[in-house]
């Protein structure tokens, strides 16, 4: 069955640094987008960065290009969100998806297998 493992959440201060990994198994990637995803209390689910597995085609959400960057370890099935300068607005809990939707990667919607989340809390 197919699987998601968000880890690497936790409690960083305002301009700190995390890297999320989210370990896929039970099937082959190849073919589909892998993208991260955030939820903050009291708002909707924000596209934050995705990656092709194939071919490795990056995109970003405009409030963290240059400060984050996804990228994906074929021998590990495993895609990581290194996260710097972090702001206090960026807590939530982070989500991996995975997805074949090529055209969807900023929607919940084009994704078909998620993870259950990882904690990312930016203090002041």
């Known amino acids: ?13 305002a301009g700190g640094s995390l890297r999320l990994s989210c370990a896929a198994s039970g099937r082959t990637f190849s073919g589909y987008t892998m993208g991260w995803f955030r939820l903050a ?3 909707e689910r924000e596209f934050v960065s995705a ?28 895609v990581y ?3 710097n300068r972090l702001k206090t607005e960026e807590t939530a809990v982070y989500y991996c998806a995975a997805g074949v939707y090529s055209g969807s990667y900023v929607y919940p919607r084009g994704y078909d297998y998620w993870g259950h989340g990882t904690q990312v809390t930016v203090s002041s």
Not at 1 to 11: A, D, F, M, P, R
Not at 58 to 64: G, Q
């Open 81 to 83: 969100l290194q996260m």
């Open 51 to 78: 990656i092709r597995w194939s071919g490795g085609r990056t995109y970003y959400a405009d409030s963290v290009k240059g400060r984050f960057t996804i990228s994906r370890d074929n021998a590990k099935n495993t």
């Open 1 to 13: 069955q197919v699987q998601l493992v968000e880890s690497g959440g936790g409690l960083v201060q």
């Open 41 to 43: 209390p009291g708002k």
